[in-house]
């Protein structure tokens, strides 16, 4: 496989960070238990502080200045909690109670208060150091208006660490995404949990809960789906054994 530097793209300083972020923290975390028995999955606690914590750490080094976050298990820990850690940063709540929307209709859900412009999204349940640069910046800077619908943050498979899938994607040497996974075959690239996508692929959706590779697909149908590689360390925080590994690791950091 090529060096990851060579999917890296050339950042574009005109463009400006986005804004908001919509932070993914509905799921029910069942591959967690015991661990989310009694708390959900963002307030699961990684090297000292909830995975969800580590996600607004960056957000805010980033400088993101407003964060939909969407709720679902056990909703009102997660709202207690942002409440009194939001630290600068204004957060609103995408409720999704009666009924969990999954990523794409979680973001139907939340659209209008997402307005317009191309924003960030960020699961909750994965965990990075970020490299030379913060990932989120790196992002930014490497969105082209013109040519994208999606860009996404990718890391190669050999070091996702705790993940135990086969990779995502495919990218051209430009960085252009290609082609999905194909069955019984590796891809290199692993999705890290972020991307920033454009309000104008969000179109023509089905009712109820739905994944986002359909403005993933649609996108790169389009050649309009575009990755950058995450030059840092990422941990696929998924389970009570991934805990462990990442913190193993972070305590040598």
Do not use: C
Request: overall charge neutral.
């Amino acid at each position: 496989m090529k060096p990851s530097a060579t999917y890296s793209l050339r950042p574009n300083p005109a463009v400006a960070m986005p804004e908001t972020a919509m932070v993914m923290a509905a799921g029910l975390g069942k591959r967690m238990r015991p661990l989310t028995v009694t708390r959900p999955k963002p307030l699961v606690e990684v090297a000292g502080k909830p995975l969800l914590d580590h996600t607004m750490d960056h957000l805010r080094e980033a400088g993101i200045k407003r964060a939909v976050v969407n709720v679902h298990y056990l909703a009102d820990q997660v709202e207690a909690h942002l409440k009194a850690r939001a630290g600068g940063i204004d957060v609103q709540i995408s409720d999704e109670r009666a009924q969990l929307m999954e990523t794409g209709g979680g973001i139907v859900q939340a659209r209008d208060m997402l307005g317009d412009a191309p924003f960030f999204t960020v699961n909750s349940d994965t965990l990075w150091v970020d490299g030379p640069i913060g990932s989120l910046n790196a992002l930014a800077a490497a969105w082209d208006d013109e040519k994208m619908d999606a860009l996404l943050l990718l890391v190669p498979l050999a070091r996702a660490y705790s993940h135990k899938g086969m990779g995502d994607f495919r990218l051209d040497p430009l960085g252009r995404i290609t082609e999905r996974r194909k069955p019984g075959r590796l891809a290199p690239f692993v999705y890290a949990g972020a991307q920033i996508i454009h309000p104008r692929v969000i179109r023509d959706w089905p009712e109820g809960p739905f994944s986002t590779n359909l403005f993933w697909n649609r996108a790169m149908e389009q050649g309009r789906l575009w990755g950058t590689v995450h030059q840092g360390l990422w941990f696929d925080v998924g389970t009570p054994g991934a805990v462990k590994e990442a913190e193993e690791i972070l305590a040598t950091v």
